[in-house]
């Protein structure tokens, strides 16, 4: 089991929109991921249930990552919005971080840059929970190919130790609550 405990859950999928391929997909890749055996134990994530009838709308997940070890993220709990688009997997889903992260590949509104995010680079093979591995990673090793152009990624090329140092401290302040 993951870091979340995962329950037999008993909900009904609503189908809302999107192509039955993408229904298809999502359903298979929630199914496989809540079976897994050894699912990843840093990062998890899962549809959106709506409390008032139990309903699940596939098209929407929330994603957790824990704070890798060893970096100045380690110890946190970063919280994920997860969009899939209705003709997915053909086109990546639009993943955003709800809790602050100071980081070079993160902007202040959440938005993650990383290449397999976008369309020209994204491959219908990718499951929502191997690019989650893959925002675990430009945690600990962020996409020099893919920096935003910001002062934090110029503070990661010019000032490694300022940069963890301010990392750390927001990890305490907005991750560890």
Same mark, same amino acid.
């Given at each position: 089991?993951?870091?979340?405990?995962?329950?037999?859950?008993?909900?009904?999928?609503?189908?809302?929109?999107?192509?039955?391929?993408?229904?298809?997909? !999502?359903?298979?890749?929630?199914?496989?991921?809540?079976?897994?055996?050894?699912?990843?134990?840093?990062?998890?994530?899962?549809?959106?249930?709506?409390?008032?009838?139990?309903?699940?709308?596939? #098209?929407?997940?929330?994603?957790?990552?824990?704070?890798?070890?060893?970096?100045?993220?380690?110890?946190?709990?970063?919280?994920?919005?997860?969009?899939?688009?209705?003709?997915?997997?053909?086109?990546?889903?639009?993943?955003? #971080?709800?809790?602050?992260?100071?980081?070079?590949?993160?902007?202040?509104?959440?938005?993650?840059?990383?290449? !397999?995010?976008?369309?020209?680079?994204? @491959?219908?093979?990718? @499951?929502?929970?191997?690019?989650?591995?893959? !925002?675990?990673?430009?945690? @600990?090793?962020?996409?020099?190919?893919?920096?935003?152009?910001?002062? !934090?990624?110029?503070?990661?090329? @010019?000032?490694?130790?300022?940069?963890?140092?301010?990392?750390?401290?927001?990890?305490?302040?907005?991750?560890?609550?």
């Amino acid at each position: 089991m993951g870091f979340l405990a995962k329950k037999k859950i008993s909900v009904s999928f609503s189908l809302g929109r999107g192509s039955s391929t993408a229904t298809k997909r !999502i359903k298979k890749e929630f199914k496989d991921y809540l079976g897994d055996r050894n699912p990843p134990s840093h990062c998890s994530g899962g549809p959106v249930v709506v409390r008032h009838n139990s309903s699940v709308d596939l #098209f929407k997940w929330n994603g957790v990552i824990m704070g890798p070890s060893d970096c100045p993220f380690e110890g946190g709990v970063f919280y994920l919005s997860i969009v899939i688009p209705s003709d997915y997997p053909f086109k990546p889903p639009v993943i955003k #971080f709800k809790t602050k992260v100071f980081h070079p590949n993160i902007d202040e509104s959440g938005n993650i840059q990383l290449s !397999i995010l976008r369309k020209k680079y994204w @491959t219908p093979a990718m @499951t929502i929970i191997k690019t989650l591995l893959g !925002i675990c990673s430009i945690l @600990t090793d962020p996409d020099t190919e893919d920096y935003m152009s910001n002062p !934090i990624s110029a503070m990661y090329r @010019t000032n490694r130790d300022q940069y963890d140092k301010i990392a750390r401290e927001w990890t305490r302040r907005y991750a560890m609550e």
